[in-house]
C-alpha cells in the first residue's frame, strides 16, 4: 500500500464516527419531536387543542352585562365603569350559565376595596389611594361608596 490512500483507514473511522452521530441523532429526534411540531410553526400544534379543552373559568363582562342592566346604568359615568366585573366577582362562569342554580356571593365591602385602593407609594399618583385607618372605621366601605358608582359627592 502506497501514495496518499495508504492510511484510509483512519478516513472509515472517521466516516463511520459520524455516520454512527448522524443516526442517533435522526433516532433522537424522531423519537423527540412531537406529532404536529412544525404544522403551523415552531410549536406543537396540538397545544392548541389542549389549551382549548382546559375548562373556562371566567365569563366576561359582555355576558355580565346581557343580564345585569340594572348594574350597568349604575357603573355609567362612574370611574369603576371600566373595570371588568369578574375583578370585584371572581370568575363566574358557572353562574353565567346557569343564574339560578349557581347564584354568586357578594363580594366583602371592605377587604375588596382594600386590595386596590390602600395608599401605596409605588401606585401612579393619580390613582385614587386612601390610608384606610384613617380614612375610615373597621367597618364596610360600603356603607359610604356604592360599589358600581363608588363616588360620593
Ligand atoms: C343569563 C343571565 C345572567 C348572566 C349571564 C349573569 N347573571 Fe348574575 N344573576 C342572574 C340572575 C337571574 C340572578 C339572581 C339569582 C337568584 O336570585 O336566584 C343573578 C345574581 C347575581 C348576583 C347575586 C346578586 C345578589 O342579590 O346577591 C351577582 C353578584 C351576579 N349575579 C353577578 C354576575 C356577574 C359578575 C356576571 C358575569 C360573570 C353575571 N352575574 C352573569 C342572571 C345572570
Ligand atoms: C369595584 C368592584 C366591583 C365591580 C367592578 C363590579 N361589582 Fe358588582 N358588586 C360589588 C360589591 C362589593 C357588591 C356587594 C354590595 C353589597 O353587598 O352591598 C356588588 C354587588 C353586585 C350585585 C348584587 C346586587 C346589587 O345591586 O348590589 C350584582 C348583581 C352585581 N354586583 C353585578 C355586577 C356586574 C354585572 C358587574 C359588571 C358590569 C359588577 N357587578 C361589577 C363590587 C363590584
Ligand atoms: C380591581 C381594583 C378595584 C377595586 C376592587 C375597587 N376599586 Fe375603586 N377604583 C379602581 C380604579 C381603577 C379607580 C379609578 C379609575 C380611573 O382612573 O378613573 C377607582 C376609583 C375609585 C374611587 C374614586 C371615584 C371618583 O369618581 O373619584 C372611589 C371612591 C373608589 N374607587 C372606591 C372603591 C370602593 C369603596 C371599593 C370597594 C367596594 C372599590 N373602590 C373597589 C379600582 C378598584
Ligand atoms: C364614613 C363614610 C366613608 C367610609 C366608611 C369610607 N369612605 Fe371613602 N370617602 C368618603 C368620602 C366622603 C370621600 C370624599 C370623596 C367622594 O366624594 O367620593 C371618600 C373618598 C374616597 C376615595 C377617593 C380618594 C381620592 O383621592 O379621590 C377612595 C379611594 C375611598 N374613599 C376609598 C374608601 C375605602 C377603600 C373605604 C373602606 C376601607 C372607604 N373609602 C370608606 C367617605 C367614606
Known amino acids: 500500500m502506497s501514495g496518499w490512500l495508504k492510511d484510509k483507514g483512519h478516513l472509515a473511522r472517521m466516516a463511520g464516527l459520524f455516520a454512527f452521530g ?25 397545544a392548541l387543542d389542549d389549551a382549548g ?8 363582562r359582555a355576558a355580565c352585562e ?5 348594574i350597568v346604568e349604575a357603573r355609567q359615568g362612574s370611574r369603576h365603569a371600566r373595570i ?12 353565567a350559565q ?9 363580594p366583602d365591602g371592605r377587604v375588596l376595596c382594600v386590595r386596590c385602593h390602600e395608599t401605596n407609594p409605588w401606585k401612579p399618583k ?4 386612601v390610608k384606610v385607618a384613617d380614612h ?10 356604592k360599589p358600581h358608582a363608588p363616588k360620593i359627592s
Open 66 to 70: 346581557g343580564c345585569h342592566t340594572d
Open 98 to 106: 346557569a343564574p339560578t342554580e349557581v347564584k354568586p356571593t357578594r
Open 136 to 145: 375610615s372605621d373597621s367597618g364596610p366601605c360600603t356603607a359610604c361608596h
Open 84 to 95: 371588568g366585573c369578574e375583578a370585584c366577582h371572581g370568575p363566574l362562569i358557572k353562574h
Open 53 to 60: 379543552a382546559r375548562p373556562l373559568h371566567y365569563a366576561g
Open 22 to 46: 448522524i443516526t442517533a441523532f435522526l433516532v433522537f429526534r424522531w423519537l423527540m419531536v412531537p406529532a404536529g411540531f412544525g404544522l403551523y410553526g415552531h410549536y406543537r400544534a396540538g
Open 126 to 129: 393619580g390613582f385614587p389611594q
